[in-house]
């Protein structure tokens, strides 16, 4: 189990010394530890790819494996514990954390108490990673491109609009937001997030194509702090921005465009349905349906 687990650690974090530091051993001392594993297996289960370490064929197989087999001797040891039945891994994108998942999990542990809900977050890319290793049984937030759907199925909840945002007294904030945006610092979508095709579309039909963002974020912190404390604005999913939008923090520029949004939902392996799945599948449907 010590090998085992150090081997996992070691996989998601793609190095010893974070690794080392959260076990509270030396760094040689788990090398040690990955060393006897790869004699025990007769093979190397990493290789160095500059400062990282990332899986060979065989470590990706065997990670599998020791995934399936960690998970199912914590839902054996949960079985002996009274008032605990498992354990539901979600990973949740930024556009539903701020008002819908909260909303959501609070509604989950009161119908379900006895099963832990682990939530994940990060980009998209991330989390859709975790989802097809076995991480995490479902991602929340929205649609995969259609390249990324084989062997998942998409439970739609509702649309979400990527909106326009700077501070409440934006010099530009009732102008066109095409003479906005050309005076104004922007910030973008990484361009992994899934929002980042929809916003290059509508700035090469304004003419803006060439524009360069001053940053890229879907952070709700660092997007909230430079709009706050600048003259930038903001692309964004709204659900992101909800609580700032309704405290009256940051403005909405209008852009006149209707395809800014997208569906959101819940990303899940066809064919899994661990403990408790359904119930909180239903409940975000029902969540989702209450919505403004």
Same mark, same amino acid.
């Given at each position: 189990?010590?090998?085992?687990?150090?081997?996992?650690?070691?996989?998601?974090?793609?190095?010893?010394?974070?690794?080392?530091?959260?076990?509270?051993?030396?760094?040689?001392? *788990?090398? &040690?530890?990955?060393?006897?594993?790869?004699?025990?297996?007769?093979?190397?289960?990493?290789?160095?790819?500059?400062?990282? *370490?990332?899986?060979? /064929? %065989?470590?990706?197989?065997?990670? &599998?494996?020791?995934?399936?087999?960690?998970?199912?001797?914590?839902?054996?040891?949960?079985?002996?514990?009274?008032?605990?039945? +498992?354990?539901?891994? $979600?990973?949740?994108?930024?556009? $539903?954390?701020?008002?819908?998942?909260?909303?959501?999990?609070?509604?989950?542990?009161?119908?379900?108490?006895?099963?832990?809900?682990?939530?994940?977050?990060?980009?998209?890319?991330?989390?859709?990673?975790?989802?097809? /290793?076995?991480?995490?049984? *479902?991602?929340?937030?929205?649609?995969? +491109?259609?390249?990324?759907?084989? %062997?998942?199925?998409?439970?739609?909840?509702? /649309?979400?609009? =990527?909106?326009?945002? +700077?501070?409440?007294?934006?010099?530009?904030?009732?102008?066109?937001?095409?003479?906005?945006?050309?005076?104004?610092?922007?910030?973008?979508?990484?361009?992994?997030?899934?929002?980042?095709? =929809?916003?290059?579309?509508?700035?090469?039909?304004?003419?803006?194509?060439?524009?360069?963002?001053?940053?890229?974020?879907?952070?709700?912190?660092?997007?909230?702090?430079?709009?706050?404390?600048?003259?930038? *604005?903001?692309?964004?999913?709204?659900? =992101?921005?909800?609580?700032?939008?309704?405290?009256?923090?940051?403005?909405?520029?209008?852009?006149?465009? &209707?395809?800014?949004? +997208?569906?959101?939902?819940?990303?899940?392996?066809?064919?899994?349905?661990?403990?408790?799945?359904?119930?909180?599948?239903?409940?975000?449907?029902?969540?989702?349906?209450?919505?403004?």
């Amino acid at each position: 189990m010590r090998h085992i687990r150090a081997f996992l650690d070691i996989a998601a974090e793609g190095g010893l010394s974070a690794v080392a530091r959260a076990q509270g051993i030396t760094q040689p001392a *788990l090398s &040690r530890t990955l060393a006897e594993l790869e004699a025990l297996l007769g093979q190397p289960m990493f290789l160095r790819q500059g400062r990282r *370490l990332v899986l060979t /064929e %065989g470590g990706a197989v065997f990670r &599998r494996h020791a995934l399936t087999a960690i998970q199912a001797l914590e839902a054996g040891a949960a079985a002996l514990r009274p008032g605990v039945s +498992g354990t539901l891994r $979600v990973g949740v994108l930024p556009t $539903v954390a701020t008002r819908f998942m909260p909303r959501v999990v609070l509604r989950f542990r009161d119908l379900r108490p006895e099963i832990l809900l682990a939530v994940e977050t990060g980009p998209h890319f991330h989390l859709m990673r975790m989802l097809r /290793e076995g991480l995490v049984d *479902l991602v929340v937030g929205r649609l995969p +491109g259609a390249a990324e759907m084989a %062997g998942l199925s998409f439970d739609h909840l509702y /649309e979400d609009e =990527v909106v326009l945002v +700077g501070r409440t007294d934006h010099p530009f904030r009732h102008r066109p937001a095409q003479e906005a945006l050309a005076a104004s610092p922007v910030i973008l979508p990484p361009t992994t997030a899934l929002i980042r095709p =929809v916003v290059e579309d509508y700035l090469a039909a304004n003419g803006l194509a060439g524009l360069r963002p001053a940053v890229e974020t879907v952070s709700l912190a660092l997007g909230r702090g430079i709009c706050l404390s600048s003259d930038a *604005l903001w692309f964004i999913s709204r659900g =992101v921005v909800a609580h700032e939008l309704d405290r009256g923090d940051l403005a909405i520029l209008p852009t006149g465009a &209707r395809f800014l949004s +997208g569906a959101v939902g819940m990303t899940q392996r066809q064919g899994s349905a661990p403990t408790g799945l359904a119930d909180f599948a239903e409940i975000a449907r029902e969540v989702a349906r209450e919505r403004p």
